[in-house]
């Protein structure tokens, strides 16, 4: 299963979107993942990274491995989270 994800950057982090988008793609509420977020990645560092810079969104993209799972987040003009299995 493949999980796109749009981040509301008003009402979310990035990392929180990271790991709903990882729950959703587990099939469990987030409290239920096997393995937390910060031990594949900081995600006090995720959210600096990709935070707005003087009002306009950096531009990127960030991926990494968590839970058997590869995560892509890339900033555009919005932020999008994408969970696929790991290959």
Excluded: K
Excluded at 17 to 28: I, K, N, Q, S, T
Excluded at 46 to 58: H, M, W
């Amino acid at each position: 299963m493949t999980v796109h994800r749009t981040v509301d950057e008003r009402n979310e982090s990035v990392s929180t979107a990271v790991v709903e988008a990882l729950a959703e793609a587990e099939g469990v509420s987030p409290l239920e993942l096997e393995e937390p977020l910060y031990e594949s990645v900081d995600p006090d560092a995720l959210d600096r990274v990709l935070a707005r810079d003087g009002g306009a969104p950096r531009r990127g993209r960030i991926a990494f491995s968590v839970m058997g799972r590869r995560v892509a987040v890339t900033v555009e003009d919005d932020v999008y989270v994408c969970v696929y299995a790991d290959s």
